[in-house]
């Protein structure tokens, strides 16, 4: 299986755009203060879902003890906490458009 193309933020700005009708530099701040808010709320322990794309929860780190082989001694960490994601139908089913019946409408 090969590794998914990434779309680089300024084309992925520039078809937000496109298809929303608002100006690119309008597009750039909404993704920006998207980031600084969901960033806060997972902080603040809270998910955050999104209609239409799924909902971001904090994963905390684990506590772990693991034998250094360098040192011959135990350490004891705490792991990074992370971000998972769970896509909502919308884009689990987009993933499959055969299943897809109409184009996703947030006021449904």
Do not use: C, W
């Not at 520039?14 to 309008?26: F, G, M, N, R, V």
């Amino acid at each position: 299986m090969s590794k998914p193309k990434v779309i680089p933020q300024k084309e992925f700005i520039k078809l937000l755009a496109k298809s929303s009708d608002y100006h690119e530099y309008e597009i750039k701040d909404i993704l920006n203060s998207l980031a600084v808010v969901v960033a806060k709320a997972l902080k603040d322990e809270q998910s955050v879902k999104i209609e239409g794309i799924g909902t971001f929860t904090q994963r905390k780190g684990i506590f772990r003890k693991f034998r250094s082989v360098i040192h011959d001694t135990y350490i004891e960490k705490v792991t990074k906490n992370k971000v998972d994601f769970k896509a909502d139908n919308y884009m689990s089913n987009a993933l499959n458009p055969e299943e897809l019946d109409l184009p996703f409408n947030p006021n449904n």
